[in-house]
């Protein structure tokens, strides 16, 4: 099993997170951790992404397991390690990004949305794979028919999904978990609710 699939594996649901600073994020991350979602990914998406990691990291029990997601240039990749991330996520890949993730050995979940990207990240050594943007390239009928031609692929799909269909993507042999932000919604002045937060977090867990 690749390190990627072990971490995969660990929850039903990785919580696509984007946070405006790093307080923030040590306090949704706890109440996700709480009702059970014990992997998450942090998007480099906020000047404070990379202190959010290094926060969530210091202040989550050593179980959690706490990823940096957007990852698009090697650049990003060496700063996500830095910062403490145990795994990467990208919604796509290049020659360039491949190798270095290679290279620096981190466990990397990798983008695709069409069936030559697909065979193009396996032809690299990538047999695990996010599958982006999931509801509008495709949906559950795409990862179907990727199963029966490339049948030693594994996907986490994300983009678009939500909690009602959730449970159709994981019923794909060939998917391990979702992923998605549904779970931490901004309100309209742009705070997170932690009591709504810890609703759909448990939601999620109970619905998978
Ligand atoms: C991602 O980076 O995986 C997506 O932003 C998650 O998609 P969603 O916001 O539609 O759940």
Redesign the pocket.
């Known amino acids: 099993m690749s390190d990627v699939l072990a971490v995969l594996k660990k929850s039903p649901v990785i919580p696509?997170l984007?946070f405006k600073s790093a307080q923030e994020a040590v306090d949704v991350c706890r109440v996700l951790f709480d009702e059970g979602l014990s992997v998450l990914?942090i998007?480099l998406r906020h000047e404070s992404a990379l202190a959010a990691i290094n926060a969530v990291k210091e202040d989550l029990p050593a179980d959690a397991c706490v990823g940096a997601?957007?990852v698009v240039t090697p650049a990003l990749a060496e700063a996500a390690i830095e910062a403490g991330a145990e795994f990467g996520?990208s919604?796509g890949l290049t020659p360039e990004l491949a190798a270095a993730v290679k290279k620096l050995n981190w466990p990397f979940l990798p983008?695709i949305a069409t069936l030559s990207e697909a065979m193009q990240a396996r032809e690299w050594g990538f047999t695990e794979l996010?599958f982006?943007?999931?509801?509008i390239s495709g949906g559950t009928g795409f990862l179907k028919a990727v199963g029966s031609v490339l049948p030693d692929l594994t996907f986490c799909p994300?983009?678009?999904?939500?909690v009602d269909t959730a449970p159709d993507y994981r019923a794909l042999p060939n998917v391990a978990t979702v992923?998605?932000?549904?779970i931490t919604p901004r309100g309209r002045d742009g705070s997170i609710d932690l009591g709504l937060v810890r609703e759909l977090a448990r939601t999620a867990v109970e619905g998978h």
Do not use: M
Request: glycine share 26%.
């Open positions: 696509v984007a990914e998007t997601g957007t996520v919604p983008g996010k982006f943007p999931a509801n994300t983009g678009g999904i939500s992923g998605g932000s549904w």
